[in-house]
């Protein structure tokens, strides 16, 4: 049985011979195309077989962003509440830019402090805030800030209400008290707030009269029963908000 050299050095082993022609003989070979989303070195026969790099999408530039000449009016809300009650799903539900969050993982050393037991999946908190965007109309702009739900981070909510123009206070009807701090610091504030019921999945539904008897929420002051996952629920929720503090404004 004749062997194989596996090197054309070796003796007795004439190298294959060039086809006739030379290059010539390539002349009609064309190099298939590359598949779809693989980029081929214009120099080297071989295509990358590296996937091109993610893009994100452009940001849709509103009116008041493309014109230089419109200053739009630009107006700060507040997102507060209880601990898990929703805030950070708001903000990220409805904001136009990607949400700036301030999420840190739970561990042990909460325990004994953040009562997970209506929400026993939640594994991250808010420690700072939450920051989102979102335009209403052309000129309107609404500038939110979450504020953390926790007694240890009250401190922070003096410099997160400075020039805000209202407050929407997240209510969970299966810890209704947990909402009652935020209820006070608008009230002594002097600032503006609609009353938010955030309708967890297996909660018992309650109807706004309801809520606003439970909290002793003054009549003129909107409660509202929403979902903080949803946009639209979400938008016509700071829409009320907005009425609300147009309306409390001095005449």
Known sequence: MDSVASDASSPGVTPAAAPAGGSDALAGVSRPPAPRGVTQDPVSPRASRRPAPPTEPEEELKP?????????????????GGFGVGK??????????RPLQ????MTEASEGTDDLTATPGKTTTTVAMDYG?????????LYLFG???????????????????????????RRLSDCFPALDYFESYGLPYVVAVNHFEG???????????ALTVPAHVPVMIMDARRRR???ETLLALCAHAIA???E
């Open 248 to 250: 409390s404004l001095p």
């Open 64 to 80: 008041w962003q493309k014109d230089v000449t419109r200053a739009p009016i630009a107006t700060k809300i507040v997102v507060a």
């Open 147 to 173: 504020t953390p739900g926790q007694q240890r981070f009250w401190f922070m909510w003096d410099d997160l209400v400075r020039g805000a123009i209202g407050a929407v206070v997240l209510a969970d009807t």
């Open 88 to 97: 950070t799903t708001l903000v990220g539900a409805v904001s136009e830019i």
């Open 203 to 213: 909660s018992e539904r309650f109807e706004p009269d309801d809520v606003r008897e």
């Open 133 to 141: 965007r979102i335009t209403l109309d052309d000129d309107l702009v």
């Open 102 to 105: 301030t999420e840190a993982l």
């Open 233 to 235: 629920s979400v938008t």
